[in-house]
């Protein structure tokens, strides 16, 4: 039976900090516990996976709707693949490409028999052949993760920003660091984000700003502290996220 998590903390800021808690509460014995784990996790991580089978495996999109409906029933939801989750074997995400194209491939490997033996007429030999490919992680597959985490963490800070009524903070976030960044805007000069937000000098929406990048910051760890396990990996995660958004 899994019991709670011994490294949950808080953060400042609002933000929970729960290492490995996606792990550790989907193996809750405690139903409701153990549904919210797996809906967080469905809906953070299937567009990922999905993205991996079609454009690293060449997996037609309908057919790789099917696996992942497959993989989550099977593995995730009937064999607690999330729970049986280990950190010395390394990332968590590399653990769920890895156990999704295993179960891809004997998929495959059926509907092949089946075809052989006269079975239900699939073409899949190409798309097995392609799931055999590449042992390591896909490129597809990490820049789908990374946005996903990016998307979760932006919302995260968004949430707490208008729960505690810091609407300067998240505003002058959005105009000098998400729109430059995502939208290839202009930052909005600092004169303007004075007046829109009635601050008493440069310096102080200057000071702001940095408020607000630590505020994201903090949203990005509790966002992954969901996954990895103590602090070194969830700085490690960052580095090679942030590798991975910039190459993509």
Not at 99 to 109: F, G, I, P, T, V
Not at 219 to 232: G, K, L, N, P, T
Request: charged share 30%; proline share 4%.
């Amino acid at each position: 039976m899994v019991q709670s998590n011994p490294n949950h903390k808080a953060e400042r800021g609002g933000f929970p900090s729960t290492h490995w808690s996606i792990v550790v509460d989907a193996g809750n014995d405690q139903t409701i516990v153990r549904r919210e784990a797996l809906g967080r996790f469905l809906r953070r991580y299937s567009e990922a996976l999905k993205v991996h089978l079609i454009w690293r495996k060449r997996v037609d999109p309908h057919q790789a709707e099917d696996l992942i409906q497959g993989f989550l029933l099977a593995r995730v939801l009937e064999a607690d693949l999330i729970a049986k989750a280990d950190p010395q074997r390394g990332r968590f995400r590399n653990y769920l490409l890895t156990s999704l194209d295993r179960y891809a491939s004997n998929e495959y490997r059926s509907a092949r028999a089946a075809k052989r033996g006269g079975g239900r007429r699939i073409d899949l030999d190409e798309a097995a052949d392609a799931l055999d490919e590449d042992p390591t992680p896909a490129r597809s597959f990490e820049v789908a993760w990374a946005q996903q985490v990016l998307r979760e963490a932006v919302q995260r800070m968004r949430d707490y920003c208008e729960e505690s009524g810091r609407h300067d903070v998240w505003g002058i976030f959005e105009a000098r660091v998400l729109a430059p960044t995502l939208e290839d805007a202009e930052p909005v000069p600092y004169e303007q984000l004075v007046s829109r937000y009635r601050l008493q000098s440069l310096e102080q929406a200057a000071n702001l700003l940095a408020t607000a990048k630590r505020t994201f910051s903090r949203a990005m760890r509790s966002v992954i502290s969901e996954y990895e396990q103590d602090d070194s990996a969830i700085d490690a995660e960052i580095a090679e996220l942030r590798g991975i958004l910039g190459r993509g």
